[in-house]
């Protein structure tokens, strides 16, 4: 970390290593991941030697990361050789004919023909086929964000988005989030995509949720703002605790950012109401 390190802190310094003993390691946990577990992808294969090991990107965050490309697939793993990535598009939903999405109710209407599962199964496999691979299972907590068909482009998955919430005495933890696809015919996991950043706040900040409440107002007056909920944030090579205060006036939603440390806020997103 840069410059002082913050208390309550507890961050993994990464980086990855491509070959050697680490790129072993990060192939064996990459193999487990795709053959061992509910829903394997890809459980047929027995070796992933020979696969060229290329640099992978992601979040700063993450560190450095190592992606390596198969045959119609490539997963990617961090420096705790943790999988944070995977594609399979081979083996993604499409549609035969393109020219369906320029009339949607039309392709919807053919994936829904060809869709042998529920939301509600999708959603469960996501949630059994990420809880058997991420590292640390038993003292993290996830709570699902999101779910949706994504239908507006070949291909098409169901896509299913979780972000993980402090538990285990912290107070906060980095904004980890997790998001399976599945193709909806065959219920296969065909994409992957996972934080898992070593990040966690366990005192109480000098800027508490009233501190944080009272900033956010002072920023719009005429909101009303909702309570104030705590984030790490990753900012210039260092982690730091925020709080994310969301406020609406029945026509836009707005987000301010209050520093929890400093006490600075300032808004960063507005989001229309439909």
Same mark, same amino acid.
């Given at each position: ?10 961050l ?35 070796t ?51 020219s ?19 939301? +509600?199964?999708? @959603?469960? !496999? %996501?949630? *059994?086929?990420? $809880? ?6 038993? &003292?993290?907590? /996830? ?15 169901y ?39 070593r ?10 949720a009233?501190? +944080?409440?009272? @900033?956010? !107002? %002072?920023? *719009?007056?005429? $909101?009303?703002?909702k309570?104030?909920?705590? &984030?790490?944030? /990753? ?37 229309p109401?439909?």
């Amino acid at each position: 970390m840069r410059g002082t390190t913050l208390s309550g802190i507890a961050l993994v310094a990464l980086c990855a290593v491509a070959q050697g003993q680490d790129g072993e390691a990060g192939r064996a946990a990459c193999l487990r991941f795709l053959t061992q577990g509910e829903y394997a992808p890809r459980p047929e294969l027995k070796t992933l030697d020979g696969l060229e090991a290329h640099p992978g990107s992601g979040h700063p965050a993450q560190g450095e990361l190592v992606e390596l490309c198969g045959n119609g697939f490539t997963v990617a793993y961090d420096a705790q050789q943790a999988i944070v990535s995977y594609n399979a598009f081979d083996r993604a939903f499409r549609l035969p004919d393109s020219s369906l999405f320029n009339e949607p109710e039309r392709a919807l209407a053919e994936i829904r023909k060809r869709t042998r599962f529920s939301d +509600a199964e999708l @959603a469960r !496999r %996501a949630k *059994a086929f990420f $809880l058997s691979r991420i590292p640390d299972r038993e &003292r993290r907590l /996830f709570k699902r964000t999101d779910s949706a068909l994504l239908s507006n482009f070949n291909p098409i998955w169901y896509e299913v988005s979780y972000v993980e919430i402090p538990t285990d005495g912290a107070l906060a933890v980095y904004p980890n989030t997790i998001t399976v696809g599945l193709n909806p015919e065959t219920g296969e996991v065909v994409f992957y995509r996972a934080t898992h950043v070593r990040a966690r706040w366990t005192e109480a900040t000098p800027v508490d949720a009233d501190a +944080a409440y009272a @900033a956010a !107002r %002072a920023l *719009a007056p005429e $909101l009303t703002w909702k309570e104030p909920q705590r &984030r790490l944030a /990753f900012v210039e090579g260092e982690v730091r605790p925020r709080w994310v205060v969301a406020g609406d006036d029945g026509k836009q939603i707005v987000v301010a950012d209050v520093d929890a440390v400093g006490g600075g806020a300032k808004v960063v997103a507005v989001f229309p109401l439909e």
